[in-house]
């Protein structure tokens, strides 16, 4: 049994993230400056925290923050601001349908991939109730479908063998031709697309925000004070921010691959970055060159192609890229390198919207994600008193929204209401060991290289 746990990596966010540049300035940070109690406590404010949290909140009675001045019931501690992190530096994209990152087509096998579906549309459905319950608008969390733009014959035959799995599955979709490729995005660059209906579009940062304020009257949560300790006291853990510290006898982690940085899952998780730029709102003339439709989301058909979106409304009508990626088993990367894939961005955005000219790309920005060899999530409880909702594999939209929800279903003892899911979240093997280094940053890098590479022009 484990007594004292000292946190060896902070987490750094390389780059502005536009989504949250772009929106209004945030409110001031609450940090943790006091020591205190709780009875759950969640560590890490992103998707599968903030949902760990809401779900607490919707389990446990009368939760109504701070009782007095040194005891709460649920409380959330975030290294950062909420939505500064990868929380809030994603595409947004929180798709139902399978995604499997290791295939060349997103499709996984039939069985797992029908509780795949479940699983993220459980997680959709929740964050549209939230949207409803904290008064979300449109900008922030829509259901409009994506499509996997296929810019090559190999995409093009990627799309299909993807939808005949989908046809297996019994799931609806539609294959778009060229020209409403065109109609849509305003690009002629894409030869084919497959639409499906499900996916749910989120302004990232925006979302986090909403549901960070929708619980302020029920989850104390505070900002900028990251954990840099965990000592066993009895019972509890006593867990150490830099200018406080809360106790509490169950700990939900929501870090994803952060749980490293706690000392779990040792040479078990994959840091993986991925980078992304956003362009200055267009002015109206651009607009209207550009064509297409106020709001729309390619996925690529090659999952290591690039993924370009396109916003409209109070930020301006701005198109955000994203591509490469980069495996660093440090956790850390440099502003100056997330920066430098700026000029990937402009050339992908220049191959699909060249009549547009130069249209500066305003913000550029890394987030981390994490994967596992055997694709599973670092699930469930790790030590006493302590559950893990991590390693979201890609998917951390969805996947971390379920991985939350389960975790407070887990650590409350509500095991019925979603108990087929439950049941499977705790069935995975552990995460695979990597080789290893350098071998396996090697490895890992060789293989993205070689992907990319082949990947060609859908990047
Ligand atoms: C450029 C990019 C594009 C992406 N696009 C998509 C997409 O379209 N769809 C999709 O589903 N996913 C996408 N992802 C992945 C997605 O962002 C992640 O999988 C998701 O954020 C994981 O959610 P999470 O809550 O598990 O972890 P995170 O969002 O990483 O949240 C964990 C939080 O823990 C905090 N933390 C870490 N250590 C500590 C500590 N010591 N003390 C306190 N807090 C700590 C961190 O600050 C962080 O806020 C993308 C990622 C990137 C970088």
Known sequence: MISKITIKNLPHNPGISGWNAILPDDKP?????KNMTADWLVIGGGFAGLSAARRLSQLIPN??????????????????????????RNSGFMIDLPHVLSSKDYAGDNNEDQLQIAMNRRAIDFALDAADEYGLDAETIVQTGKVNGAATAKGVAHNLTYADHLQNLGETYEIFDAQQMQELSGSNYYHQGLFTPGTTMLHPTAY??????????????????????????????????????ITAPQIIMAVNGHAQSFGFFKRRLMHIFLYASM??????????????????GITPSDPVGSTIRRISGRSGDRIIVRNQASFV????????????????????????FAR???IDMEYSWGGKLCLSLNDVPAFGPIEDGITAACCQNGLGTAR????????????????QDNHQILERMLSYPQPKKLPMEPFATIGATLTIKYREWRAGKEV
Do not use: C
Request: no cysteine; hydrophobic share 35%; aromatic share 4%.
């Open 29 to 33: 940070a609450q940090p943790l400056n």
């Open 63 to 88: 939760t109504k923050g701070i009782k007095d001045t040194n005891s709460t019931k649920i409380a959330v501690l975030e290294a950062g601001r909420i939505g500064e992190g990868p929380a809030g």
């Open 208 to 245: 986090v925000r909403g549901l960070r304020d929708g619980l302020q009257n029920k989850v104390d949560i505070f900002e900028n004070s990251p954990v840099i300790s965990l000592n066993r006291t009895g019972p509890d853990w006593q867990v150490k921010t830099p200018a406080g510290s």
């Open 279 to 296: 362009t200055r709102a267009l002015n109206t003339e651009e607009v209207r060159k550009l064509g297409g439709t106020p709001r729309w």
């Open 329 to 352: 088993s440090s956790m850390e990367v440099s502003d100056h390198v997330a920066t430098a894939k700026r000029t990937h961005h402009e050339r992908s955005f220049a191959d699909r």
């Open 356 to 358: 547009m000219g130069n």
């Open 400 to 415: 971390g929204t379920l991985s939350g929800i389960v975790a407070a279903d887990l650590v409350t003892g509500n095991l």
